[in-house]
């Protein structure tokens, strides 16, 4: 099947009209199979960018990034993973860009290859391309960069074979970013569903993450109930979490496949998602959670199997 880049532009290293085969390493088919490859980026340049209510709160209150902690937690992480069997992929970061450590905003991997996005706020802009540089170099296919409008990986759920989900808040991903993203999954014959939120949020998976291919966490109370009757429509079952749980990143877990989750300490989830049956380890991960984003945000999926 021929993709269609008529929304988009080719980047240095770009290839138009690239599929992946069926028997690359690469690529993911939904959020919640079998996790293999990750990339993530070094902490060594975190710092709190005033972007989103959460970090705002926190300077508010006083608080200041310990790159030690950072550095710690951030190591924790990627043994989690090793641990779990998942290779991680680490990129160093850059002093002009403190939130390229949430490595999940800049790109997306589909099952075509590598997506560049393209980011809302300014000042991660540089990030689209020095991942897909690097992730290029690994092998891997890099699809043209979206370019309408602006989009965030954050706000991207490839839900399950068939079924995107993409979050529009108007700002970190507006109408046309949304919109060109869900044009080139329907056009390989997926479903793509676009959820329209307001900005408080900041992204979809502060909200919403998939646990299994029918099931995802959710905190219902803000969700609109459109977009919970198609969730509903499309067989997803929600576990509920409060909206004091999910302003502590509480929807923002990892799926690593065979029901295994990844999840931040401190959001309360840990006995829900037992009770329905997965295994879940905590990360301590204050440092980031504090500047905004969770285990989710600092993960990069790039193969699911």
Known sequence: MKLDFSDFHMAAG??????????????LLSESDRLTDVLLVSPDHLAPVPCCSVTREKLRDGYQTDL??????????????????VKAHIVAGSPELPDMVYARDAGLMTPWGYLPLAPGAEHRRRESRLLADHIGSLGIPVLPQVANGTV???????FRDGLV?????????????????ADLFERQGWRAIIYRFD????????????????????CVDVLEDRFLSDLAG???DLLPVSYKAARRLGCNVLALGDKRILAVVGAGLAGP??????RVTEIELGEFTNCGGGVHCLTLPLARC
């Open 165 to 181: 989900l993409i979050g529009c808040s108007g700002e970190r991903t507006d109408e046309a970013g949304a919109q060109a993203v």
């Open 273 to 278: 998602l037992q009770n329905e049956g997965y």
């Open 234 to 236: 499309e067989g997803i």
């Open 68 to 85: 030690t902690g950072a550095r710690r937690q951030h190591a924790a992480l990627v043994d989690a993973l090793q641990l779990a069997g």
């Open 152 to 158: 965030e990986g954050g706000d991207i759920s490839v």
């Open 14 to 27: 770009c290839q138009a009209d690239v599929l992946v085969h069926p028997t690359t390493p690469w690529g």
């Open 199 to 218: 900005p408080h949020f900041l992204h979809l998976d502060t909200q919403f993450s998939a646990l299994s291919c029918d099931q995802a966490l959710a």
